[in-house]
């Protein structure tokens, strides 16, 4: 190897962000097999790359011994001293054992490290960018299907977005660009596995901060959400600034901004409800856009009697009791709703 080969690897830590040391180490562990393997040598070898000009040489470490008993590992004490007469019994010497065409293997074997070393970095590099980027929002493009796996492209790399994480009823087309969340980064063999979710609460979490500045400013916070992905999401939503009317900020002038979210979720409806400390106004809220007329809570249960006005019983249930489901999910209270004319019946019995 040669002035080129160090040019080269100059040249391959600008583009790929891979450190020369890197290299160079990896080349000299894989040297050492290459001699070992051709060479038949038990010996404790090392070898060694000048930085700076690219010269391999192989070097025995030999133990300073009065009396040899294996050529390939110990040095006679006056063999030592003819390269350093300050060496004692016991001492290491190290003695240059290169062989003489060991230029051309070195010349393969570096090509064949580089290569995987570059592979090993990329994945790396990838794996470093994307384990810090769990949890958050990202545009992809639709790249193949297959197995009921949509897989999108990244850009430096492919994301997987399983069946169990796709919305029900979407439908994916090649060549489509979606957003989606970064649900978990897992390090394989084949390199970093990017986990990818449509239907992961969290992607509405992060599409109402693209859209809503007072939430990325932390002017509006976002207590908590439930979602049926593909049907119905609730969004709890609570102001730091009196000034500041949370629902308005999320639904934006005219609905623009909420309505952005709900085409990007193809038209899931999302229901925007204001938060309070005051559990009671939390949970009437939370049945929204159904009206509540009395809440009793029961602290120790954590159970919660909503009652509605007759004509709106179906709507607080809401459809195979989504509606519900969804509030004491956002909630995280048990709910049980009875209409107006069934509370007052059971009051009066």
Not at 30 to 50: R, T
Not at 142 to 166: A, C, F, H, M, W
Not at 243 to 250: L, T
Not at 261 to 278: A, F, P, R, T
Request: proline residues 3%.
């Amino acid at each position: 190897m040669n002035a080129e080969f160090i040019d080269a690897l100059e040249e391959i830590e600008k583009e790929k962000g891979i450190s020369k040391e890197i290299i160079f180490d990896a080349l000299e562990s894989a040297l050492i097999s290459s001699y070992k393997k051709n060479f038949g040598s038990s010996q404790n070898v090392e070898v060694e790359i000048d930085r700076a000009t690219g010269r391999v040489r192989v070097v025995a470490k030999k133990t300073v011994v009065e009396e040899v008993k294996d050529d390939l590992l110990e040095i006679n004490v006056e063999e030592a001293r003819e390269i350093d007469d300050k060496y004692q019994i016991g001492d290491i010497v190290i003695v240059e054992v290169t062989p003489k065409n060991f230029g051309r293997i070195a010349a393969q074997t570096a090509k064949q490290v580089v290569i995987q070393r570059i592979k090993d970095a990329e994945r790396d590099v990838i794996y470093d960018e994307f384990i810090n980027r769990e949890n958050e929002i990202i545009t992809g493009m639709i790249q193949r299907i297959s197995k009921n796996n949509v897989y999108i492209d990244l850009g430096k790399t492919e994301g997987i977005l399983p069946p169990t994480e796709q919305i029900e009823g979407e439908v994916y087309n090649q060549g489509d660009r979606i957003k989606l969340i970064i649900l978990e980064v897992k390090k394989t063999t084949k390199g970093p596995q990017i986990i990818l979710s449509r239907s992961h609460p969290g992607l509405v979490k992060r599409l109402f901060e693209l859209e809503v500045p007072e939430i990325n400013e932390g002017i509006v916070d976002i207590y908590a959400i439930s979602r049926e992905a593909g049907s119905r999401t609730k969004i709890a939503v609570h102001s730091k600034d009196p000034n500041v009317d949370p629902v308005g900020a999320c639904v934006g002038f005219k609905g623009t901004r909420v309505k952005a979210i709900v085409e990007e979720l193809n038209g899931e409806k999302i229901d925007i409800i204001i938060w309070s400390k005051n559990i009671d106004e939390f949970i009437a809220n939370s049945l929204s856009p159904s009206k509540v007329i009395k809440v009793e809570i029961n602290e120790k249960e954590k159970a919660a009697l909503i009652v509605v006005p007759d004509y709106q019983l179906s709507l607080a249930i809401g459809k195979e009791g989504q509606n519900a489901r969804l509030a004491a999910k956002l909630t995280n209270w048990k709910i049980d709703i009875k209409s107006e004319s069934q509370y007052d019946g059971d009051s009066n019995s």
